[in-house]
């Protein structure tokens, strides 16, 4: 079967490898499992990598042991914030050199990877470039959009629906994904096990609802968001969000636009895929496996215990990432220079 994974992730070790090189905060620093620790400052908890994160050409080596046919569609996931921990300026030019690297394995593996771009959003004029550019000029697919703009967690501030309209008019999807910047002291403890379980689905949950409650849904009814994670706490607290946003004041219940949103199946129970599903529908559902945080043998096993019929599994697994996506067939292009040097 042909599989398009919708949540996998790949960094670009000469990325970090220059992040380390970076003085005062935020930095990286090199660790003991053949990754990175990412430093935002001197309070902030640490956003540990390891190696499977940084060898594209492995780690897709791997997928072709799994029986199936998987391609990939990279985000960035928590480290997106980064671009918004800099400068407005110097988070310009990150982000425009991270995406080029984007680009770079999208010409490697045409067909088999596609890739969104990063963009920093503390300032929207430069925002708003990074993403015509990376769009545009670069050929990427979509857009990363952070939790939070660094420690703040407006993510519908009012300067940032231009933002947002640019996003909707260029009908490209943004993968809404946590980046741990915030709910981090309530939740800290347990050798990161609290904020790892409940840290994330929160995060994504509250950016979710702000551009939700701040109209930005109702205002831009085209912007087409992927939510990670089943849509962190959303589905399940459906009903309690209908009956306490009405102050809100917006003209219809919250779950209408919540379901407007999409999701992939990263939660490893069947019963959270299922529910995520049956929510959603299963036209705004997508296969993701969050690799490497998770095992993609384990996301099948979870789902071959749905009992899907043919139909929706070809949706779920393949057809509709292509749809809500818009992945498009790119020709083949000789690899640039420079990724053939990342090896």
Partial sequence: MRIIDSHFHWW?????????????????????????????????DTLRSWAEWFDLDKQLEYLDTLGHQVDVVCSIGPFSIYFSDLPPEEGRDAAMEWNEYMADAQRRYPNRLWASAAVPLTDTRIAIEVLDHAVGKLGLMGVNLPGSVGDDPRIDAERLEPFYARVEELGIPMFLHPTDAVFVDILAGYNDSLH??????????????????????????????????????????????????????????????????????????????????????????MYGTDYPCW??????????????????????????????????????????????AIG
């Fill in 196 to 285: 790892l379980s409940l840290g994330r689905v929160i995060e994504v949950s509250v950016a979710a609802t702000r551009l939700i409650l701040s109209g930005m849904m109702e205002r831009h009814p085209k912007l087409k968001i992927v939510m990670s994670h089943t849509g962190g706490a959303l589905p399940y607290q459906s009903g309690r969000m209908d009956k306490n946003t009405k102050k809100a004041g917006l003209p219809q219940p919250v779950s209408t636009y919540m379901k407007r949103m999409y999701t992939d199946t990263v939660t490893p129970h069947s019963a959270g895929m299922r529910f995520a599903i049956d929510y959603y529908g299963i036209d705004h559902v």
């Fill in 12 to 44: 670009p070790r000469p990325f970090f490898d220059r992040l380390c090189n970076r003085k005062g905060f935020p930095r990286a620093l090199v660790n003991g499992q053949g990754g990175y620790d990412y430093l935002r400052n001197e309070r902030s």
């Fill in 295 to 340: 095992e993609p043998k384990e996301t099948l096993k979870y789902l071959g215990a749905l009992n899907l019929s043919a139909a929706d599994q070809q949706k779920l697994f393949y057809d509709n990432a292509r749809r809500i996506l818009n992945l498009r067939d790119h020709s083949v292009v000789k690899p640039s220079k420079t990724l053939e």
